[in-house]
């Protein structure tokens, strides 16, 4: 490949110079796409487990690279089309041969650690980090046409070079996937929960945006991505939708544009409590003389459906709006319920049923959907699907009697939480894999 970047080759040093830098471009662009696709594999599969097995990969590889295992690679044992150079106009060429390396499926690979940073994309399990990281990829591939020659005009014997010094190569290739297994295994995704925000409660997640109530009565939009946080104060309560966020402050429900403070909407009832914003649609619990109802109502048109009414000795608590999908809980001293409803046609089932444990606080996110479940002395975070029959599984365990979940908010392979210490009533925000 180095012998193809050359002013011979290309027509003049201003043709290489282009060459290279598309080339480099595609490099970046394809890996970057592979890391996307595998972090949404990996938040649609489930990554609970992943970063172990990411973990164990690299342990292996790096065996395999200190001559300790030997292991063959998955891979095509083949080179990018010579032909292409000869064939299609430099753009083009230039573009295939930075887009085929770049995706590393399609080339041959000396090394195992390609397949290693691969596991760990999926077990990342959210696109846009797995995108970056991966990219990382194309730019080594990138900096492998430029680089060697810096030092020679003889591409040849630059290569030999590195070919020279593979045994050393493979011995701090070895050390930097040991380095890698070992911090995969011990990283908090590996082993449980990780702390968000101290003193902290109801936590609500979307598009990378994660926006809690503070217990000084402030609702704060934190843009995980890096960004400054967006206050607003006398509120709680919030419930975030890409650019629309919806809280509670003292004459009822407010919902604004978050990176603004643009108001579009609200509902003027001091009753009205527990949003979920999916706009134009806004669920909320309506406190009434006799009654609380599960109220959606549309902001546009002013219109509204009750979904559920309870009698006072029933908690009906945070509700769940995503996808079409209205989530709920009821409890009484006898039972307790996760109900999910589809709005479009008003199909509602039973998710889960206790007449011990306590369900409350579901969050829907896609096809799937979390919620809390209290027993005496053990709290856990359920795991269940959207469609019925299917296998619930638990996310997270805590068995104590001084701490329990409390809300919940879900994203793409990842649930955040409130812990709420019952002695003190102090709480936190944390974030668990799945």
């Known amino acids: 490949m180095l012998e193809t970047f050359t002013p011979a080759v290309c027509g003049s040093r201003q043709r290489q110079i282009l060459a290279q830098a598309v080339f480099a471009v595609a490099a970046l662009a394809t890996s970057a796409a592979l890391g996307l696709v595998l972090g949404l594999a990996g938040g649609a599969l489930g990554a609970r487990h992943a970063v172990l097995a990411a973990a164990a990969l690299a342990l292996l590889a790096a065996a395999r690279e200190a001559g300790l295992v030997p292991l063959p690679l998955p891979q095509a044992r083949r080179q990018v089309p010579e032909r292409w150079r000869f064939e299609l106009p430099l753009p083009l060429w230039a573009t295939g041969y930075g887009a085929g390396l770049g995706a590393g499926l399609f080339t041959y690979q000396p090394v195992s650690t390609f397949w290693v940073a691969c596991a760990g994309a999926l077990a990342l399990g959210r696109p846009v980090p797995a995108a970056l990281c991966l990219s990382l990829y194309g730019a080594g591939r990138a900096a492998m046409v430029v680089w060697p020659r810096r030092r020679s005009g003889d ?67 934190r843009p995980l991505g890096g960004g400054p946080d967006v206050v607003y104060p006398n509120a709680s309560q919030p419930s975030l939708q890409g650019e629309y966020l919806a809280y509670v402050d003292a004459g009822g429900i407010r919902v604004v544009r978050w990176a603004t403070g643009e108001e579009v909407g609200r509902v003027d009832n001091p009753t009205a409590s527990h949003p979920a914003l999916e706009w134009p649609l806004v669920a ?34 945070r509700p769940s709006l995503r996808g079409g999908r209205l989530a709920w809980h009821v409890a009484s001293r006898k039972q307790s319920r996760i109900v999910l409803k589809t709005l479009a046609t008003g199909a509602r089932r039973v998710v889960a049923r206790s007449s011990i444990a306590l369900l409350e606080n579901p969050a829907v996110i896609g096809p799937r959907i979390a919620w809390v479940e209290g027993r005496s002395g053990v709290s856990h975070l359920r795991l269940g699907w959207v469609q019925a029959g299917r296998k619930r599984t638990t996310v997270e365990s805590m068995r104590t009697r001084l701490r329990a979940y409390w809300t919940t908010s879900a994203g793409a392979g990842v649930v955040y939480s409130t812990r709420w210490t019952l002695s003190s009533g102090a709480s936190a925000i944390y974030r668990t894999n799945f």
């Open 284 to 317: 909320f619990v309506r406190r009434d003389p006799s009654y609380r109802r599960l109220v959606v109502r549309n902001l546009e048109t002013g219109g509204y459906v009750i979904h559920v009414s309870v009698k006072p000795g029933f908690d009906l608590g």
């Open 155 to 221: 591409t040849t014997a630059a290569v030999e070079r590195l070919a020279e010094r593979r045994g050393t190569l493979l011995r701090a290739n070895a050390v930097a996937l040991l380095a890698c297994g070992i911090l995969l295994a011990v990283a908090p995704a590996a082993g449980g929960a990780t702390l968000v925000v101290q003193d902290a409660y109801d936590p609500s997640f979307s598009d990378d945006v994660l926006a809690f109530a503070t217990v000084d009565e402030r609702v704060v939009v």
